[in-house]
Every structure is written in structure tokens, then in C-alpha cells.
């Protein structure tokens, strides 16, 4: 039987508290809506630099663990394009910036991070590769981001 990795305890998330945000309920609802999960701009980049230099992905319809932007079955790897506010980049400067509802905002970017390192561990243990990229990197570095993605392939 195989050694399951050890989980550290999930990060609590608190409800979020109106009183301490600056809209309405309606309000932050909508703007929550906004926010892409599937489909965002560096997402789209990285997808379409792949394609064009011949490597073909596909973009999961059964539900892999941690929805992978992009999955490459072939070569055992998933790449995930993650947004530098909700994973947390820069985390430790970053997390003194949030002034409004920082009990609900910091413990859930830091059960985002938590579930990152997670899914990480799930892949690597059935022996997948994982990449990350940030959202900044990918547009403001998609060739070196295509070549990382490259230098697996290879």
C-alpha cells in the first residue's frame, strides 16, 4: 500500500462580513461573478504559444484534481495559470496590503496556497509533473514560459 502524503489541517475560512467590505451584498456578488476561473487572458496566450509551436493539450472536460488549465496526458503533465492575487504571490509583503475584511481575505488566499501545494502532491505522487505559471508571467514572459513548458516536452 502506498504512503499517502501527510495534510496539514485546513486553513479555516471565516464567512465573509459585509460590515467590513464597502458594497452591498448585490454589489459584491456581481463583482464576484466578474472573476474568471476558465478562459482568462494569460490562459488563453499560454494555450494558443502551445499550439502554435505543434503541441496539442487538451483542456479537461472531466473534472481533473485542481482544474488544470491545461493537461498533456501523453508526457504525465498538468499546468495550472494562477492569478497573483487569489494564490497568493508575494505573500508575505502582499498579505499587509489587504486593509478591508482581512480576517476572511487572508484565510482564504491562504487555503488557495494550501490546496495548491495539495493538488501539487497529488500529481506528483501518481507521477505527473506539475507547472505553474502566474497570470503576470505568461503575459509578460510567454516565450520563457513556452520554453519551460519545451524543455519537459523534450
Not at 90 to 111: L, P
Not at 144 to 153: E, Y
Amino acid at each position: 500500500m502506498k504512503n499517502k502524503p501527510y495534510i496539514l489541517p485546513k486553513v479555516a475560512v471565516a464567512q465573509f462580513c459585509e460590515e467590513n467590505g464597502f458594497y452591498t451584498t448585490e454589489q459584491r456578488s456581481y463583482n464576484m461573478s466578474r472573476i474568471r476561473s476558465k478562459g482568462t487572458k494569460p490562459e488563453l496566450l499560454l494555450k494558443k504559444a502551445l499550439w502554435q509551436v505543434g503541441v496539442r493539450y487538451k483542456t479537461p472536460k472531466k473534472p481533473l484534481p485542481g482544474k488544470p488549465d491545461i493537461s498533456l496526458k501523453k508526457y504525465k503533465l498538468v499546468i495550472f495559470v494562477d492569478g497573483a492575487f487569489w494564490h497568493g504571490y508575494d505573500w508575505v509583503n502582499r498579505k499587509n496590503a489587504i486593509k478591508s475584511n482581512r480576517e476572511f481575505w487572508i484565510a482564504k488566499i491562504e487555503r488557495n496556497m494550501q490546496r495548491d501545494q495539495e493538488v501539487n502532491a497529488i500529481y506528483q505522487a501518481k507521477g505527473w509533473r506539475v507547472l505553474r505559471f502566474w497570470d503576470f508571467e505568461v503575459k509578460g514572459e510567454l516565450g520563457i514560459c513556452l520554453r519551460k513548458v519545451l524543455s519537459i516536452l523534450n
